[in-house]
């Protein structure tokens, strides 16, 4: 059976995207255990602001004329500012959500990522949604719902704010996926992260002054923040949104369910978590997922 390349490229760049995330994922939870932070929200601020500055300095002494033409094209800075909306809110959203519940709710009811953008398809395109996708979404959000809970449901704490958080951020995520793809389209990977990255930072401090943040910093806080910085925001969502260029926005959510695998997995290496029964076959239903994405047809 021919391989689509296309195809394998845009899989392999999501799931690098999804690793890293799992990755950060980490990192987050020990900034918030030992009191670094006090809120998601300041977080969230100091992150994007951080993030999209640097992309923005790196890119204006390596390529300048390719970061600033976005600001020649009154529609690119337009679509910019709502992609830094929809990201901002799709973080804060998901982690308001794990304040009101916890890490393994939140990560459920982000799994109906996929389940959106499809709908969206299919209304745009008023066509049926693919028998495949259906078919990983279910695998995806059995394989997380076992990854997370290893089986024992009693743990998940679905509170009415829990869930309003949690589907918020399910639809921001998938309105970011869908907008995403057309800036990228005409601004190019790097611009298109680097500008949505800043603005998300300005929404953000409309809600949280950035200067009156009052982070706890020592060398272990330092260190997890830059790699939250550099590699779970810059270089993930670089990952993430060059892979769009090869995938649909319905598939890069449906592959996103590495990211409570690889999560779990760094959780095992650096905060001594083990791994359950029940955890192992969700593992092996997200494989199975990634597996039919990887090598269908095109």
């Known amino acids: ?17 999804g690793i890293l995330w799992g990755a950060m994922g980490t990192s987050v939870q020990y900034l918030f255990s030992s009191g670094a932070f006090e809120t998601p929200l300041e977080l969230v601020t100091l992150r994007q602001l951080c993030a999209g500055s640097l992309f923005v300095l ?3 002494l390596v390529r300048p004329r390719a970061i600033w033409r976005l600001w ?5 800075v337009i679509d910019a500012a709502v992609s830094g909306a929809l990201l901002f809110g799709a ?3 998901f982690f308001e959500s794990i304040y009101y519940s916890n890490a393994g709710t939140g990560a459920i009811l982000l799994v109906t990522v996929p389940l959106w953008c499809g709908l969206w398809s299919a209304i745009v395109n008023r066509s049926p949604v693919p028998r495949l996708e259906i078919a990983c979404f279910l695998l995806a ?8 809970t290893d089986g024992d449901f009693s743990g998940l704490v ?3 704010m829990a869930i309003v958080w949690g589907l918020v951020s399910s639809i921001m995520a998938a309105a970011y996926n869908i907008q995403s793809k057309r800036l990228v389209a005409r601004a190019g990977v790097v611009p298109a992260l680097a500008w949505g990255l800043v603005f998300g930072g300005v929404w953000a401090s409309v809600f949280c002054n950035p200067l009156s943040i009052s982070a706890e910093w020592t060398a272990a806080s330092a260190g997890a923040f830059a790699f939250l910085v550099l590699f779970g925001t810059m270089f993930a969502f670089w990952s993430f949104l060059a892979g769009l260029r090869h995938v649909s926005p319905v598939v890069a959510g449906l592959l996103n369910s590495a990211e409570p695998l690889a999560g779990y997995f760094f959780s095992m290496l650096f905060l001594g978590d083990v791994l359950g029964f029940w955890q192992t076959a969700g593992i092996a239903l997200v494989i199975a997922n990634v597996a039919l994405l990887a090598f269908r047809k095109n």
């Open 1 to 17: 059976m021919p391989v689509d390349r296309s195809n394998l490229t845009g899989v392999a760049l999501v799931l690098l995207a």
């Open 58 to 60: 790196v890119m204006s």
């Open 72 to 76: 020649t094209d009154r529609r690119m």
């Open 91 to 93: 973080h804060n959203a």
């Open 141 to 148: 959000a059995a394989g997380v719902s076992l990854i997370v």
């Open 158 to 160: 679905f509170s009415p």
